[in-house]
């Protein structure tokens, strides 16, 4: 059984900070995706970045990075000097080679409010 | 432009009232699934579709219907919607040969 796990419900930071998302999966498969969506006030998702399992470069973005470490099943999130504007629920998703038709498995999302 | 479109957008209905949300794509994507989103769950798939005439449950799949008839539709249907219902819809493709996904706008739906 595939699970995520975003233990952060809720993180508030002012402007200019940093903040670090957490993402934590399972999953008995070697071969599995790992995805980043942001999900605005507006209510859709946007797709912020896809990883495979054997790729576990790190990335960067301008101002997203992420760390994707095998070894503590973790792919975590970071936002560097934070605006306003990232304000939104976050979601990590993680799919694998199995059934499910392509079946995404989400985490329960973080809302990250960033204020002046 | 390649998307996923919904329809509604939002939905207000009564209980027991037959609805339908319609799904289609325009990337000639085998792959096509239902999600619901709730407050403190997360996305959970409804129902997916690896073809025509090819559909299965997700993980939470009471309540539902689905069909395939072609390739870029995939309505999801609520033949006696109830309270529990209210919730926000996305429907999302993807390729045999892709990974990545592509999602609808979503439905807002209130079942009062």
């Known amino acids: 059984a595939q699970k995520v796990t975003q233990a952060q419900t809720e993180i508030s930071v002012v402007e200019k900070e940093d903040v670090t998302l957490d993402c934590v999966y399972e999953?008995?498969?070697?071969?599995?995706?790992l995805f980043w969506y942001k999900q605005p006030p507006s209510g859709e998702l946007v797709f912020l970045i896809r990883?495979?399992?054997?790729?576990?470069q790190n990335e960067i973005s301008g101002r997203y990075s992420w760390n994707f470490q095998k070894s503590t099943s973790s792919f975590n999130f970071t936002i560097t000097a934070s605006q306003v504007v990232d304000s939104a629920v976050y979601f990590c998703a993680l799919r694998s080679s199995g059934g499910g038709g392509n079946k995404l498995t989400f985490g329960t999302g973080t809302q990250l409010k960033v204020e002046l | 432009e390649a998307q996923v479109t919904q329809n509604p957008r939002y939905l207000i209905t009564v209980t027991g009232k037959k609805l339908t949300v319609t799904c289609s794509q325009n990337m000639n994507h085998e792959y096509m699934s239902w999600y619901r989103q709730d407050p403190g769950l997360g996305l959970r798939q409804i129902y997916y579709?690896?073809?025509?005439?090819?559909?299965d449950k997700g993980d939470v799949p009471e309540g539902y219907k689905v069909s395939r008839k072609e390739k870029r539709n995939f309505p999801l249907i609520l033949e006696s919607p109830s309270p529990n219902q209210t919730s926000l819809y996305f429907c999302?493709?993807?390729?045999?040969?892709?990974?990545?996904?592509?999602f609808g706008s979503g439905t807002r739906l209130t079942v009062v």
């Open positions: 990883r495979n399992s054997f790729d576990e």
């Open positions: 579709s690896m073809n025509v005439e090819v559909t």
């Open positions: 999302a493709s993807s390729s045999r040969a892709d990974y990545g996904y592509t």
């Open positions: 999953t008995r498969d070697t071969t599995y995706y």
